[in-house]
């Protein structure tokens, strides 16, 4: 299909009052992926043009997030959708083909569904088609009303519709296919004559038809893609909704999922195939999970590439690296900027910050690894920290291979330590160990004989 013949409008103006939030409603997030970014996507499916958005007074945070995904078009005074689409016109003017408009709180349309929108619009010879479903609760929608012949009549405002008008259960889902010269040549026609004193854009489509233009309404089977998001309520719905088919194409892909309801993934999110999930777990952003990985209970993932066969419980791994046949948690915390090599075992309580870890290395409890590059196959032991800030800026410490790291060390960076070392429990290391060295850096142990029953006959004489 030609789509550079076909331009898309996304309304983006409204508050969102109903949403009660200091956040616009459009960068509000469905499975962790902000609203507008699925609204892009539909976009791009039909079209290889930029989207023309309609914004908002005030709406800097929506332009920061989408930079230049798309053309903007300010709508000062939100006078209705179809005074935002009118304020979008110049873009279209002088063009020829069809323009796609889209709600920016519809986010759970597929491209696939648009895209079928257009070539029935084009197939049909249709001057504009809206696309519609039935929904079991059409409270707040706008109704469509057909002829007698079932063909398209008008759309009635929920709010402009009579008690009988109410009970049609086809709604408007506020995405429609215009002819560009259609369009433009009836927007000016509307009147702000209705219960909400708004431009309706659903009355262009009445002033076609009078016209004697044809209409045609594409109705949907799944009412889930129409579902629109105004309120909290709303938002958590497209979220069920949106997480089942996530979780669904894993589960066709070879992914075994647990618990689909529980299990929270990012449309940005791959999947290895032989992959066990268990409850609980966040996957999020640009994150990849490798094949035969098994993710216990409670992880969070976030922007993150999980190597084959890694294991994972109750852990948190962000804009990191992970190599195969790691072993992660339980409660390690993995911070951005870390690559974990193969066979490494991070264990429990055990945090990791812009570091680097070697194959086979294993830092297996109560350590906290900050701005390290770590060899392979190093035992970093319990309780070691190493002490990357000096109260001003990070400094670095390299650990080289086979090292081996005693319990409670401290490694005050910036230091190094090389190859085949051996630094003694609770040594406090300051400065450079030699390749083969072993480093004890702690006070000589004392023993005063007879020291506690001494005491004791001393504290006894002073009671009496
Ligand atoms: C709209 C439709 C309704 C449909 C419903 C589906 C109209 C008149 N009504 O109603 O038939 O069933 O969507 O969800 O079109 N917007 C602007 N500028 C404005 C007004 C709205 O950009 O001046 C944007 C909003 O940000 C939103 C979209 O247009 O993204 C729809 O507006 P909204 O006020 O939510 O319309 P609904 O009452 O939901
Ligand atoms: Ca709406």
């Known amino acids: 299909m030609l789509s550079n013949d076909v331009y898309v409008i996304i309304m983006a103006a409204g508050e969102g009052t109903r949403m009660k939030s200091q956040l616009p409603k459009v960068l509000h997030r469905v499975c962790g992926r902000p ?40 709508q000062e005074e939100r006078l209705g959708t179809g005074h935002a689409v009118k304020m979008a016109a110049p ?143 709303q938002l958590s719905d497209a979220d069920s909704i949106m997480r089942n088919r996530i979780n669904e194409y894993h589960m066709e892909n070879g992914v075994t999922i647990i618990d689909p309801q529980t299990t929270y993934i990012s449309p940005t999110v791959n999947i290895g195939q032989d992959t066990i999930i268990y409850p609980g777990n966040v996957l999020e952003g640009n994150t990849s999970i490798g094949k035969s990985c098994i993710l216990y209970s409670n992880n969070r993932i976030y922007d993150s590439t999980i190597g084959d066969e890694v294991t994972v419980e109750s852990s948190v791994i962000l ?24 066979n ?48 001003y800026v990070k400094h670095r410490t390299n650990v080289g291979d086979n090292a081996f790291i005693g319990c409670n060390v401290n490694l005050i960076a910036p230091v190094t330590v090389d190859d085949n070392t051996f630094i003694a429990a609770g040594s406090t290391i300051t400065e450079y160990v030699p390749e083969d060295a072993l480093a004890i850096a702690r006070s000589k142990q004392i023993n005063k004989e007879g020291w506690v029953s001494k005491r004791r006959e001393k504290k006894a004489q002073e009671k009496d």
């Open 319 to 342: 804009e990191s690296t992970v190599g195969d046949g790691t072993n992660i948690g339980p409660f390690a915390y993995v911070r951005p900027g870390s690559a974990i090599g193969d």
């Open 35 to 74: 609203m507008i970014d699925y609204v892009l996507e539909g976009a791009s499916v039909v079209s290889d043009n930029l989207p023309i958005l309609v914004i908002g007074h005030g709406s800097d945070e929506v332009v920061a997030h989408i930079g230049d995904r798309a053309l903007y078009v300010k």
């Open 91 to 233: 873009y279209i003017e002088g063009k020829e083909g069809y323009v796609v408009i889209l709600a920016g709180d519809t986010p759970l349309v597929r491209g696939e569904t648009l895209k079928s929108m257009v070539e029935y619009t084009k197939d049909g010879n249709y001057s504009a088609v809206a696309l519609s479903a039935k929904v079991d609760d059409a409270t707040g929608y706008g109704r469509i009303i057909r002829t007698a012949n079932g063909d398209f009549d008008r759309i009635v405002e929920h709010r402009d519709a009579t008690q009988a008008e109410r009970r049609i259960n086809e709604i408007n889902a506020s995405m429609y296919c215009f002819r560009i010269d259609s369009l433009l040549s009836s927007l000016g026609s509307l009147s702000s004559d209705n219960a909400q004193g708004e431009y309706y854009l659903t009355d262009v489509l009445s002033i076609l038809k009078n016209r004697g233009e044809s209409i045609g309404i594409y109705c949907l089977d799944d009412y889930t893609e129409i579902l629109g998001v105004n309120t909290r309520k």
């Open 344 to 391: 490494v075992k991070i264990g429990d309580f055990v945090e990791i910050k812009n570091s680097q870890i070697g194959a086979g290395t294993k830092i297996s409890h109560l350590s906290y690894v900050g701005d390290a590059t770590i060899g392979q196959n190093v035992n970093v032991g319990g309780g070691v920290i190493f002490v990357n800030y000096d109260g």
